[in-house]
């Protein structure tokens, strides 16, 4: 009768700690290029170096074309509710988290979104690209938190990766400035 009472105990314990920790965990999630847009920008989300994500402690996954998009979502909504923010080697597109990639920025850095900002999995990674293309900032999560999110201008003119406009108003396409114009007809202002 005493086995019978250790091994209940120990199917317990086993049962606990399997549940716990399965509620705390976050695995990033794989890319659909037919389906995933831009929480942001609504462009595409390609199945790139560029891509990031990330999930809410609710369960709600978010994707981005570009680590700035992530970015300016942070800044609309709040850290306090992420569960768990990614995004992926340059060289590789491993997923990595957020807090623990290295990032390199230079204005002239081509990303979807023209923000200039590479993720990579490690230190070296970052330092031999910035070595071998001769720029760029190497930057930790902590240093993007104060980073000056700006599009690059000269960049976002070249349409790069098919992306033509950015977020605001001057740079919208002319759909997106008819979309923008019925929001305003319809709410009155």
Sequence with gaps: MNKRWTMTLLLMIG???LTACGSTKYAALPINEDVDICAICKMQVKDDAYATQLTTKDGKNYKFDDIGC????????????????F???????????YSKATYVYDASLRTP??????NFKDKASAEAFVTEQGVGTIMTAED??????KQSTEMMDMGDHGHDHGHGEEGMSEEGMHEEGEKKEESGH
């Design 15 to 17: 049962f606990l700690v």
């Design 70 to 85: 992530m970015n300016q979502w942070k800044e609309e909504n709040g850290t306090e509710n992420i569960g768990m923010d």
């Design 87 to 97: 995004v992926r080697d340059y060289n590789d597109k491993e997923w990595i988290e």
């Design 113 to 118: 979104m023209a923000y200039g900002v590479l």
């Design 144 to 149: 993007l938190a104060s980073h000056d999110w």
